[in-house]
């Protein structure tokens, strides 16, 4: 079965899935940090409000974050967004990415290693 939901359900049902650890609320970050492509543009561009506005709710202050809610953080953080070249075994090919702990990743496990990037632009999306 599918939803669809609008942005601001869309970070409220992340705001409530953020700290629990049940299977649902897992799946659904997850899934969250993977389907970041799949978004409108025009929600991409409210995103900058709602992140910062779901860090304001979340209130991080002190709390040790597990690496999926590091992961949701960083591929929603509009300063941590970039055009990623690869080139591998004479192919090229472009990928939006964002960096978590010296790596780029295109989702929540998905990398490019970095004897085959080739170029690297840092986006301004917002």
Avoid: W
Avoid at 11 to 31: N, P, W
Avoid at 99 to 106: P, T
């Amino acid at each position: 079965m599918k939803y669809s939901i609008d942005i601001y359900e869309f970070m409220k049902l992340a705001e409530l899935c953020f700290y629990s650890q049940t299977g649902v609320s897992i799946c659904f970050i997850d899934r969250a940090i993977d389907e970041y492509h799949n978004m409108p543009v025009f929600d991409k561009q409210k995103m900058k409000i709602l992140r910062d506005q779901l860090l304001r709710n979340l209130d991080l202050t002190d709390k040790k974050l597990n690496e999926r809610q590091e992961k949701f953080l960083a591929r929603y953080d509009p300063d941590n967004q970039y055009k990623v070249t690869v080139r591998f075994e004479g192919k090229e090919e472009t990928r939006y990415m964002y960096m978590y702990k010296g790596r780029y990743l295109d989702g929540k496990s998905t990398f490019a290693p970095k004897e085959n990037i080739h170029e690297v632009i840092k986006l301004d999306i917002y």
